[in-house]
């Protein structure tokens, strides 16, 4: 069930050397929940992640630690990366590694096409070098060094010092794109978002750019140089067309038509290379560039940038193990504005477990199953005429359902989840006030204990379709125990655009246990 409209969405593509922490974790989920509303819509969709896996930084780890490149890649891949998606319960159409043939042939094409078409020449150059970005590093980046790296220069981001190179480089000529990329931020002011990574690239621009060194002659791991097997391509210029070469760039034109262009979430560590570089490089070789760049903030853990070389790193499943994904996956989503940085606590966690899943939604889902089976047999009740307050609720279920779309259209889940959570309160402020089990011992109620009931079933109907690509586990487990499963078919293929309607659920399903969605955790 497709519309046809594509979509098509990527994380960045992780360094393996890395072990993944909760800021990947956090990149992952974002697109993982914006692919499956998507999906969800019948929109055309597809989600690539992947890992980034040449450059000098994998070099010298291999070496450290006495393998050769490949086996160290293969080793932590298989390892930690897959399983990391299993930990967060991502649904990722295809993953992507550098080192595939698929990868590193198409990478070769793109490189000579820019190079048959002049916008590449051989030069020499001479600059500071940071291994941890790899990357030659602007001035504003490069800072004087404290304490064991006093004296010399050090990289901003990592306070490590800066490698000084001087090698014969092939050069792209980034520099003639500068006013084509100004016209692109101009024509399309969504390319860029939010707003403040928009500013900041186009005041980037502005100021000029350089040519971009693309080449590396000092090592040897990496993708050859089509016609100069003496150097390798440079690492990012190899990492960024990953998102053309896993849909088929070059190899499948019909696949390649019908994602691309593609739909780009990064950390604003990382801004640069996508809204300037990459859609330069597009443009040099003929492509149309991204739909946009949508740029999120930082995970600060103790009020700094959470990275596992600061020792701040906390790994995911450090969170699934006591929380589980589902909890994992809201908590980020919904905590944090997307766009901004924001700040981690086992405290902060545990308090919105407790207050939004627990009690809120899970306590929500519970007891609503437990009255209808208490009190209708486990069938769920017809509605009689309905009153101002059922009115409201329904109200407020469509309002939630446009609101969330139209936030996710704007790439903002925390907004889309605030929205859906207007439907969480007034459900349980509409319980307390209809007071079900006082309605339970008046014979004489019946009929309005079926219209508050239904109304309370029929709205967790509605949050099980619009939560299900943050919660994909917690909410396929109330499908099932509200009985929608047999009448409406699988949560999944539920379209989330129409999730507003009222009275999709059917009177005389058979509701079914439900153990708490959300169990209460014990305090470490
Ligand atoms: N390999 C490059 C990306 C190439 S994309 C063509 C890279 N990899 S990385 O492993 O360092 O991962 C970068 C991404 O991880 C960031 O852009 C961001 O999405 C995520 N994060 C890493 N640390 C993070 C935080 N502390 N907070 C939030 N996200 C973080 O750069």
Known sequence: MTSGRSFYITTPIYYPSDLPHIGHGYTTVAVDTLARWHRQAGDDTWMLTGTDEHGQKMLRAAAANGVTPQEWVDKLVT???????????????????????????????????????????????????????????PEAEIVDGTGPFEGLKVCAIHSKPLELLQEKNYFFKLSEFQDRLLELYKTEPDFVRPESARNEVVSFVRSGLKDLSISRSA?????????????????????????????????DPEQFARRWPAFHVVGKDILRFHAVIWPAMLMAAGLDVPRGVFAHGWLLVGGEKMSKSKLTGIAPTEITDVFGSDAYRFY??????????????????????????????????????????????????????????????????????????????????????????????????YITENEPWALAKDEAQRERLGTVLYTAAEGLRALAVLLSPVMPESTAKLWVALGAEEGLGALAA????????????????TVTALTPLFPRVEQA
């Open 219 to 251: 090592f040897d791991w990496g993708i050859t140089v089509p016609w100069d097997p003496s150097h390798v391509i440079y690492v990012w210029v190899d990492a960024l067309l990953n998102y053309a070469t896993a849909v088929g760039y070059g190899n």
């Open 332 to 429: 980020f989503l919904s905590a944090i504005a997307f766009g901004q940085d924001g700040s981690f606590s086992w405290e902060d966690l545990s308090a919105r477990y407790q207050a939004e899943l627990a009690n809120g939604f899970g306590n929500l889902a519970s007891r609503t199953v437990a009255m209808i089976s208490k009190y209708f047999d486990g069938v769920v009740p017809q509605a009689g005429p309905s009153t101002e307050l059922d009115l409201a609720i329904q109200k407020v279920v469509a309002d939630a359902a446009t609101t969330a779309d139209a936030a996710i259209e704007r790439f903002r889940i925390d907004e889309a989840i605030a929205a859906i959570w207007t439907i969480v309160d007034a459900l349980n402020g």
């Open 79 to 137: 390892e930690s990366w897959f399983p990391l998606l299993e930990t967060l319960d991502v649904a990722n159409d295809d993953f992507i590694r550098t080192t595939q043939p698929r990868h590193e042939e198409r990478v070769q094409e793109f490189v000579k096409a820019l190079f048959d078409r002049g916008y590449i020449y051989a030069g020499e150059y001479e600059a500071l070098y940071c291994v941890g970005c790899e990357e030659f590093k």
């Open 494 to 509: 539920q379209p989330i655009r129409e999730a507003g309607a009222w009275g999709v659920l059917r009177p005389g399903a």
